[in-house]
């Protein structure tokens, strides 16, 4: 069976991409998810805050010139009990890349086009095959208009593709009014690949102590009908790759993904549900699947759902919407 996969000029094992999430914390994490066989891993996010506080300490540290390192840290303390975010990062990714025999990606989370983004040029010189951006932004001020919410993943992706030779992929949300148009200037503007789609973080309320309750929920399988829709209107028409990411909880959602023409599959909650030796019982279904339907590779059956490059994709949209509330008719008037 050839589970073979290039995605963004990278020779893949197979199309199966752990996702950035917790998981990916030590050298150890990302061994195991090697060990269990994914094609890929990206490493948990370096966001831009710790970049921009680990900007102001150097330049606090600067200004205390006469000091040698370890005399500055006792100006700053938490800088040797953090043992600071970035430099693990750097050396986790340095360290990873050399044990694992698969791509190891880096991530940066953001949202402004500032200096941080040059960080993504550290990760790739210890060792990222590539470098992930998660443009994370809620635009909770009214007055940001949709366009400038667009300009600015422009901007960051310009300001770390400047910054690197390694592809760049950016992480994006659905919450765009032209999913479609967004993914196609993003294409333009130099993207190498797509992840569709990124989470916002939604808190709940917890009544009884009227409280904000922050926390990540694991995904479930519903999530990834939307992604499903995005891969198959945007297959053929645009040059980045794309990788679907959201709901994977087991092997048929994979086939669903490449059925629908995501080049790799990404999985974070399922990995994290049932451990990252998850991924060869995902991978296991994969190619049973394939030999059931006697596929020798996946590049035989990618896109196969996909909307053709040549059709209406809004009205193939809206069709598909109009048949599915007469079918959900029909069930609920056998009910009522
Ligand atoms: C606990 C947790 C931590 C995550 N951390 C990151 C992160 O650091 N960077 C990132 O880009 N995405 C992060 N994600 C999002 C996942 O990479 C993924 O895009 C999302 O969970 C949808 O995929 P899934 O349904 O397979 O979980 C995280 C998700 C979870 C559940």
Known sequence: MDLSTRYLGLALRNPLVAAASPLSRTVEGVRRLAD??????????????????EAQRNAALTEHGSQSYAESLSYFPERAAEDHGPRRYLSLLERAARVVPIPVIGSLNGVTPGGWTGHARS???????????????????????????????????ARVKDAVTV???????????????????LDE???????LFNRFLQPGIDCETRTVVPD????TAAESRLPLTWISLLRGRIDAALAGSGGVEDGADVVGYLLAGADVVQSASALLRHGPEYAAVLLDTLCQWMRRKEYRGVD??????????G??????GRDDYVSALRDADTRAYGIL
């Not at 269990?36 to 370096?46: D, E, F, K, Q």
């Not at 503007?189 to 992840?195: N, P």
Request: charged content about 20%; hydrophobic content about 45%; proline content about 6%.
């Open 167 to 185: 592809p760049v992929v950016v992480k994006i949300s659905p919450y765009f009014s032209s999913v479609a148009e967004m993914a196609l200037r």
């Open 123 to 157: 990760m790739q010189d210890a060792g990222a095959a590539a470098i992930e951006l998660n443009i994370y932004f809620l635009p909770g001020d009214p007055h940001i208009s949709g366009r400038d919410v667009e300009q600015r993943h422009l901007d960051v992706l």
């Open 216 to 219: 990540i929920q694991l995904s």
């Open 311 to 316: 059709a209406n994709g809004t009205s193939r």
């Open 300 to 309: 035989e059956f990618r896109g196969l759902l996909a909307v053709p490059p």
């Open 189 to 195: 503007a130099g993207a190498d690949g797509l992840v």
């Open 36 to 53: 269990a066989g994914v094609g890929a891993v990206v490493l948990y996010s370096l966001f831009e805050e710790q970049l921009m506080r």
